[in-house]
Each structure stands twice: as C-alpha cells, then as structure tokens.
C-alpha cells in the first residue's frame, strides 16, 4: 500500500482491510493487542477482542477489576495492534480511552453467549484463583439456573479514539510500505514512513 492508493480517511482505510482479512476466512480478524501503561510509564499487553469500530471510536469490554482497566483509568492513552499475516498487514491505532455507559455495556453483555455471561459474573478478574473447582461450579450453576445474567457492575467497555494509525504492509526483501495518518485541521494527514 503507498500513499497514492490508500484511502484519505484511515477510518476507511482500517474498514477496507478489515474486510479482506475476513473475507481470506479468518474468523479472528478481530483479535487485537492492547497495550497500556502504568502511571510509572511501565507497559503492560494482552490480545483482546474487537467488538465494533466507527467514527466514535474502537470498542472492546473487560472486567474493570483488571489490570487493563486500573492501567486506563490512571493513563488513559493505549495502543492496539491488528496482526493479520495472512495479508502480510498490520494496523497500529493508538489514542485516547474512556469507558462507554452503562447502556451500551448491558446491550452487549445481553448479546453474549450464555457460558461468557457466566463466566464473566462468576470471575473476579486478575484476583488470585484459590479454588478452581469452587469457581467452576459457580459457572456451572449460573449456567443451569433459568434466572438471566445480569451484567456485573464491574464488566463494561472502553472505547479507543484514534489519535494515530500506521498501516503496514509487508513487501520482499522486507521493503515494507507504511503509511502514517496524524490528525490536523481538515481531518488527517497522509505520510509514508520508510521501512
């Protein structure tokens, strides 16, 4: 990709490759890294799950008793990686995160497959496992009960808005194309960065 034929919106740009990883059958196009930083600076990663993106922002959930989101709440600037080497691509995005309301965090936990309502009600996130037998029938009883799963308080989502995006296509002799996108005043700017 060069900067002559990329799109001059990279919210389009990410949608147009987004959908050719999906259409090579990768189910897991939406897999992400997400990586945050304490207040000291120190970096933390994990893969999390794309949910949606659009104009207002790129959307995943979590426990807010984990680590990811005690790190947002504190320093709310992250980066995420889409690795897909099928295609011999990858996206950065990094940006600004705040959570979204409650709202909108019980419309996607109702959605949810009911063994990851249960285990995300039943799971204190990052807290040391002292039984796993205890915790697996907790699942298991949530998961046999007629009763709804309610969203836990402490589950919800964040949404990244972009501030950055590098696209990265993989070329021979590893003479990579990289096409940077930074804001200014009529919307993005377009530059290629070298390999």
Known sequence: ???????????????????E?????????NRMALATADPDGRPSVRMVLLKKFDTSGWLFFTDYASRKASEL?????AALLFHWPRLQRQVRIEGSVAKVSREISEQYFAQRPRNSQAG?????????MTDRSAFEQQVAKMMD???EIHCPESWGGYRLLPERF?????????????VLYLPD??????????P
Do not use: K, V
């Open 1 to 19: 990709m060069r900067i002559d034929s990329s799109d001059s919106d990279p919210i389009e740009q990410f949608r147009q490759w987004f959908d």
């Open 185 to 194: 005043s009529a919307g993005w700017q377009r530059s290629e960065l070298q």
């Open 145 to 147: 009960a007629q009763d």
């Open 120 to 128: 995300a009600a039943a799971s204190r996130q990052s807290s040391p």
């Open 73 to 77: 709440d504190q320093n709310p600037h």
């Open 166 to 178: 590098e696209f990265w296509q993989g070329q021979s002799g590893r003479t990579h194309d990289r």
């Open 21 to 29: 990883e999906q259409q090579c059958g990768d189910h897991d196009g």
